[in-house]
């Protein structure tokens, strides 16, 4: 990409600026140490250059390295590439519309900090830019595009977590899209890697210095400038240390990055003493501003200033400094904000998903009256999920009428479900013109659920005119749900080339599947619609257009669908096992069962319908053996299931030799199941030597397959070779894969080597670290534990308070367990607490327990008064 210059790299795409040092510098960027990442990144653009559209996420702590080296990566690629950042007031509607609009080929998509384009933070336009950019991603219209990322492990964490039951799936696009597409940046340079600096340092005066005065390799942090950043924080006079920490609280609990000083000047007041507020001096902000945005040694300083253009729509307002940012979600763990920061909140903040996730983190706090405040402000902002916690928690208290206000208040800004809720009750009341005047009023104010139900009963009504103005309404609306509802009304009434057109403005998976199901005209428009639909995820219409083309005897038409849908299954397949670390050859939980026993051979991935249909046709068409061919071009492809298929049928009829030569062809090509299944073969073979042995399975390890690392971590530890196993283990847990990790760590604590178990959870890699140890510590009993605990209060692990709680109040420790369990709750579990406050209102002379279960909170942390 010959346009990029090193200076735009600060201003433009986000990479930290490296500290100052005296001697003369080879360039604006420090030259670039590769690192074991680097190497995955590498292939993943390699992949893009060559033609198909990929996607990478670099995932690790704060000034790792992330943003560098993504910056390494696309500086490699052609000139004809262009780098494209979404950027303004909203990134995830930026990118939305931009995926609607089309994407042009051999465009990279810089989404540093990937918070801000997907998930609760990005507010609206989150899931459809996460719907864009997978429909992108398998579609290879506008192929070749690359996408490159960034996040914190725990924003990563948030975004790919499984959906939990009962619970909205409020990330299901972004789950989705990022299944398998991450890559962990390491805090620290490893041994080589270091050794690697310290070649290039020769070279780089910055090197050498962040060599100088670093230990444990972290090396990027140095050149970010974050000790000195950490100094200048550390020595903050009071206002400028109130002013960092109401900018913290911002950013760690509602992802609010750019912060406006009327909102800081507010919520500042409350992080000072009585002391330092009434020795502030009367341009106590003016100074604050000044020393938090003091540079040091060349990089950005606590602060910045950033300024809206004129012409543009952005705001004045302040950033956090990234190193900062991750110090505060540390420091600030157990800390939760004063009065004034949720007042300010309230009255200064303008986005309204900004404020309703601020309300979230004030009801994990049990900071109720100060949710409802701010739940209160983002619905008044237009935000509907706001609405329906804050209706939640007046319901909880009983508070019918308050309930009812905010249902009728959300209804009216457009929530369907808030209307259905207040309807059911009025109907089955029989209070008909109530429920009329709140469907019309609700209609009037664009709720597109009322418009349906008004146009559904004027037509009831015989008022066929005025039912289809409303009917004209609905379809301007843009939910799905409510479209297919429509377009079900339409097909009722033998209206389908209307119902097909509001199906098709509806465009999700199920709206095309029904439109499918409706294609007039020719056998050519059918399979064109069946063809919309598979292409959005519906594969019902394509596979009964094969089946009946079958059953009529038409095998042609029957076997040219199933190879084109096999050759979209495929596109996808190798999409999905490109960005996948390591690969898992267990599916179904079923283990590889000795490659000479074909009946126990696993179901790998690459199962289709279309294969498996294309195989069985050509099989009864064209004799038993014609599958062959299709299962062989498949396997071919990299298709794990076609191989064993194959495998399987020529063992079936006999054709052991040719068997074994197609095996030993596709481990000369390094196919990743043929290695495995030759590796594991020898595991189980007594004539095969431990050296060759280990040879395949690091071989099959190389190729990325997760039971060949697990079977060396295994095997090590059994030898004796802790450290070996240690990084297996390790390796494999920085490519999303725990279980080696895991079972080490709970292999050597039944075995009674707490040390040693408790040692190596710790070197876990940030994003599986913390839930490493929680694991170990609920193993432990007693006094066995406590060490445990109070090492990962110390380290800041959110979880640590509510197990100390538990452990101090089971020994008899009442005011200490009281006391975590309170910080637990300013940590954002209120659970701990409440549970606690449940077993002390027995005994609750002055009844603070009870009216702490009734009405939570102050924001100070006593009991609030009812609200």
């Known amino acids: 990409m010959a346009e990029l210059q090193p200076e735009e790299a600060f201003s433009e795409w986000e990479v930290h600026r490296a500290v100052d040092v005296t001697a003369a510098v080879p360039g604006a960027l420090p030259l670039y140490v590769r690192r074991a990442h680097d190497e995955v990144v590498r292939k993943v653009v390699e992949q893009a250059v060559g033609g198909a559209s990929r996607m990478v996420v670099l995932v690790g702590e704060s000034s790792s390295g992330k943003t560098r080296a993504c910056w390494e990566a696309v500086a490699e690629l052609p000139a004809e590439w262009r780098l ?98 991450a890559v962990h940046v390491p805090a620290a340079f490893e041994e080589q890697e270091l050794q690697d600096a310290r070649t290039v340092g020769g070279h780089d005066p910055r090197l050498a210095d962040a060599l100088a005065h670093t230990a444990k390799g972290r090396i990027t942090q140095y050149l970010a400038g974050a000790p000195a950043l950490l100094e200048r924080y550390r020595t903050a006079p009071p206002a400028a240390r109130a002013v960092l920490s109401a900018a913290m609280d911002a950013s760690r609990l509602g992802g609010v990055t750019l912060v406006e000083r009327e909102f800081l000047q507010v919520a500042a007041e409350g992080y000072l003493s009585d002391d330092a507020y009434d020795a502030l001096a009367e341009d106590w902000l003016d100074a604050a501003f000044a020393y938090t945005q003091q540079p040091g040694k060349g990089v950005r300083g606590l602060l910045s200033r950033v300024r809206a253009r004129p012409a543009g729509s952005g705001r004045d307002g302040y950033r956090l400094a990234d190193y900062m940012d991750h110090v505060g979600r540390m420091e600030r763990r157990f800390s939760a904000p004063p009065a004034s920061f949720w007042r300010a909140a309230r009255s200064h903040l303008a986005d309204a998903h900004l404020v309703r996730a601020l309300g979230r983190a004030a009801q994990a706090r049990w900071r109720d009256g100060d949710a409802v405040g701010l739940y209160q402000r983002a619905l008044d902002l237009g935000d509907l999920q706001a609405g329906q916690s804050l209706a939640w928690l007046w319901q909880e208290r009983q508070r019918a009428g308050e309930a009812r206000r905010v249902q009728e208040q959300a209804a009216l800004a457009g929530d369907g479900d808030a209307l259905e809720d207040l309807l059911m009750p009025l109907l089955e009341q029989e209070e008909y013109q109530q429920a009329e005047q709140l469907v019309r009023a609700a209609s009037g104010r664009g709720n597109a659920t009322a418009q349906l139900h008004l146009a559904r009963a004027l037509l009831l009504g015989g008022e066929t005119q005025e039912a289809a103005r409303w009917y004209v309404e609905v379809a301007r609306c843009n939910d799905p749900e409510i479209l297919r509802a429509y377009a079900g009304d339409l097909r009722e ?55 009946q083309a079958e059953a009529d005897g038409r095998g042609a038409d029957a076997a040219r669908l199933y190879r084109d849908a096999i050759a979209v299954f495929e ?73 064993e298929q194959l495998l399987r049928r020529l063992r079936e009829r006999g054709q052991i030799q040719e068997a074994e030569s197609l095996l030993h062809g596709e481990v000369a090509r390094a196919n990743p199941w043929a290695l495995w299944a030759l590796a594991h073969r020898a595991l189980r073979d007594e004539q095969v030597s431990d050296a060759v042995r280990r040879v395949l399975l690091e071989r099959a390890a190389a190729a990325r397959v997760q039971q060949a690392v ?18 297996w283990a390790l390796h494999a847990a920085a490519r999303g894969y725990t279980t080696p990790l895991w079972e080490l760590v709970r292999g050597r604590e039944q075995e009674g080597r707490l040390e040693a178990a408790e ?41 640590a308070p509510g197990l100390l709680c538990e452990r101090l109040e089971a020994a008899g420790e009442f005011a200490q367990a009281e006391h975590f369990a309170r910080l637990a709750a300013d940590a954002g579990d209120r659970q701990v607490l409440e549970d606690l406050a449940a077993r002390r209102k027995g005994d609750d002379a002055d009844r603070q327990w009870r009216a702490m279960l009734a009405n939570g909170l102050t924001a100070e942390g006593t009991s609030a008064a009812p609200w």
């Open 84 to 181: 494209w950042h979404p950027l303004g007031p909203s990134p995830a509607r930026t990118l939305a519309n931009a995926l609607q609009e089309g994407i042009a080929p051999r465009t990279a998509i810089w989404l540093n900090e990937l918070q801000q384009y997907f998930g609760e933070q990005a507010g609206v336009g989150a899931e459809q830019a996460a719907a864009g950019l997978r429909e992108m991603l398998q579609d290879n219209t506008n192929a070749p595009v690359l996408v490159l990322g960034t996040a914190w492990p725990e924003f990563w964490h948030t975004l790919t977590a499984s959906r939990v039951a009962g619970r909205p799936d409020a990330y299901a696009q972004a789950r989705a899209l990022l299944e398998a597409k």
């Open 493 to 547: 009434r033998g209206e389908l080339q209307e119902a097909r057109t509001v199906l098709r403005a509806a465009g999700d998976r199920r709206a095309l599947g029904e439109l499918a199901a409706l294609a007039g005209g020719s056998a050519a428009e059918a399979e064109q619609a069946a063809w919309e639909a598979f292409s959005a995820g519906e594969a019902t219409p394509l596979k009964e257009l094969a089946e």
């Open 571 to 643: 596109r996808r397949r190798r999409q999905r096992e490109a960005g996948v670390d390591l690969i898992d050859f267990e599916v179904g939980g079923r283990s590889l069962v000795e490659y000479l026993d074909p009946p126990g051979l696993p179901m790998a991935s690459g199962q289709t319908w279309a294969l498996r249909h294309l195989v069985a046709l050509l099989d009864g068409t064209q004799g038993a053996t014609a599958g062959d061919g299709a299962l062989r071009e498949v396997a071919e492809a990299g298709n794990a299931w076609a191989l």
């Open 710 to 727: 697990r079977a060396l971590v295994e095997r090590a530890e059994q030898a004796g070779l802790a450290s070996e196993a240690d990084q």
């Open 759 to 799: 040692r190596l959870a710790w070197q876990a890699p940030a994003s599986q670290r913390s839930w490493a140890l929680r694991r170990l510590a609920l193993r432990r009993g007693g006094a066995q534990v406590m060490p445990l605990l109070w090492r990962a209060y110390d380290e800041a692990l959110g979880w």
